[in-house]
T-cell receptor, first 112, second 112 residues
Framework: QKEVEQNSGPLSVPEGAIASLNCTYSDRGSQSFFWYRQYSGKSPELIMSIYSNGDKEDGRFTAQLNKASQYVSLLIRDSQPSDSATYLCAAPNSNSGYALNFGKGTSLLVTP | NAGVTQTPKFRILKIGQSMTLQCAQDMNHNYMYWYRQDPGMGLKLIYYSVGAGITDKGEVPNGYNVSRSTTEDFPLRLELAAPSQTSVYFC???????????FGPGTRLTVT
């Protein structure tokens, strides 16, 4: 079973700090990776996608991909209390070719 | 553009009852998916569809059925509900394979 692993947390950071969320994956064939944010009681919301090695920035969010190490991360700069949520990492399921394998998510708490 | 819609939002079923969870999308996406999410267990794929008339099983299909008669709609049928089917169900869609998936608001189902 190809897997996506995340530390469940909770990760607690003070307001204004950088939050760093990490994810590892086992399928070396994975070519694309996604970060979803899920507030309690709500559905996952896509916030970042990354397809090539290196960094991709979008506002306060930066996704980093290292295919050699099978590692993808999400940095949130100037963290706000509204960033408190569970962050899900996902990669394509190489068996089905169509669906995503999701990690169990990392809970982030940004304290004022 | 409503995106992905799901009905109902909440439902309580008795053991052995049946029901259909509705899902519709107005983005003209070919790919649609059903996931269930249990606390601390992440998202598990139940069924997916790559186009009208084509469906396939995911990781946890037992106890469920789907159909895809149109591009827009992808209902999930529960036959003979069991307590193990108590979960939150999310429908998602994507334009292409292994690309960004967009989720509906979810249906919270309790089987007692």
């Amino acid at each position: 079973q190809k897997e996506v692993e995340q530390n469940s947390g909770p990760l607690s950071v003070p307001e204004g700090a950088i939050a760093s969320l990490n994810c590892t994956y086992s399928d070396r064939g994975s070519q694309s990776f996604f970060w979803y944010r899920q507030y309690s009681g709500k559905s996952p919301e896509l916030i970042m996608s990354i397809y090539s090695n290196g960094d991709k920035e979008d506002g306060r969010f930066t996704a980093q991909l290292n295919k050699a190490s099978q590692y993808v991360s999400l940095l949130i700069r100037d963290s706000q209390p509204s960033d408190s949520a569970t962050y899900l990492c996902a990669a394509p399921n190489s068996n089905s070719g169509y669906a995503l394998n999701f990690g169990k998510g990392t809970s982030l708490l940004v304290t004022p | 553009n409503a995106g992905v819609t799901q009905t109902p939002k909440f439902r309580i079923l008795k053991i052995g009852q049946s029901m259909t969870l509705q899902c519709a999308q107005d983005m003209n996406h070919n790919y649609m998916y059903w996931y269930r999410q249990d606390p601390g267990m992440g998202l598990k794929l139940i069924y997916y569809s790559v186009g009208a008339g084509i469906t396939d099983k995911g990781e946890v299909p037992n106890g469920y059925n789907v159909s895809r008669s149109t591009t827009e709609d992808f209902p999930l049928r529960l036959e003979l509900a069991a307590p193990s089917q108590t979960s939150v169900y999310f429908c998602a869609s994507s334009q292409d394979r292994v690309h960004e998936q967009y989720f509906g608001p979810g249906t919270r189902l309790t089987v007692t």
